[in-house]
């Protein structure tokens, strides 16, 4: 059974429209990190945030947010007015020990178009 | 600024060659990782090093091997290269801890 799962495949928008990426994860651990990356063409991972298991407070850093869910299992990631330069692929991850390899979802694919 | 280097970013090799993917990083971390990217399947663990000369299977290892002769270093070979094996590879370093994982820029292999 997938551990991260990022039902959406790919998702198109119009420039400025919010947009957000789902991302539904399992595990049995009550010690975890969750994150977030992005994946421009040039095919480089980007960090975008860390989160721990014990902290479901939301976060906001400019046009990104993230809600954290324990009740639901669930990460999800949103941009506000979104932009051409969003067009990635966007990947969440889960970490259950510490420095042990993370595990990806299978990525979103976003197209903003202008 | 933090770097995890990969030796190429594109090869093309023949059916059959030994390849060597290289990974380099300046973080001073424990712990390396190979990843392997196909459309459609995400990012999925080939083999992973915790320390100098220590490996450990991911969840896709056949038909590779890799090498962890200095901490900074970490090489993922491909023993006879199959059209199969034709991807995008990316390799990660992450300290001991909850961290984030640094990536370097991907080597995209295509074996004809």
């Known amino acids: 059974a997938q551990k991260v799962t990022q039902a959406q495949t790919e998702i198109s928008v119009v420039e400025k429209e919010d947009v957000t990426l789902d991302c539904v994860y399992e595990?049995?651990?009550?010690?975890?990190?969750l994150f977030w990356y992005k994946q421009p063409p040039s095919g480089e991972l980007v960090f975008l945030i860390r989160?721990?298991?014990?902290?479901?407070q939301n976060e906001i850093s400019g046009r990104y947010s993230w809600n954290f869910q324990k009740s639901t299992s669930s990460f999800n990631f949103t941009i506000t007015a979104s932009q051409v330069v969003d067009s990635a692929v966007y990947f969440c991850?889960?970490?259950?020990?510490?420095?042990?390899?993370?595990?990806f979802g299978k990525g979103t694919t976003l197209s903003v178009s202008s | 600024d933090v770097k995890v280097t990969q030796s190429s970013r594109y090869l093309v090799k023949r059916t059959g060659e030994k390849v060597f993917l290289e990974c380099v990083q300046d973080m001073d971390h424990e712990n390396m990782f190979w990843y392997r990217q196909d459309p459609g399947l995400g990012l999925r663990l080939i083999y992973f090093?915790?320390?100098?000369?220590?490996?450990e299977k991911g969840d896709i290892p056949e038909g590779y091997s890799v090498s962890r002769e200095k901490k900074e270093r970490f090489s993922l070979i491909l023993e006879s290269a199959s059209t199969n094996q034709t991807s995008m590879y990316l390799c990660?370093?992450?300290?001991?801890?909850?961290?984030?994982?640094?990536f370097g820029q991907g080597t995209r292999l295509t074996v004809v």
């Open positions: 090093s915790y320390d100098v000369k220590m490996k």
């Open positions: 595990t049995r651990d009550t010690t975890y990190y």
């Open positions: 989160r721990n298991s014990f902290d479901e």
């Open positions: 991850a889960l970490s259950e020990e510490a420095g042990t390899a993370l595990i």
């Open positions: 990660a370093s992450r300290r001991q801890g909850w961290t984030e994982a640094f």
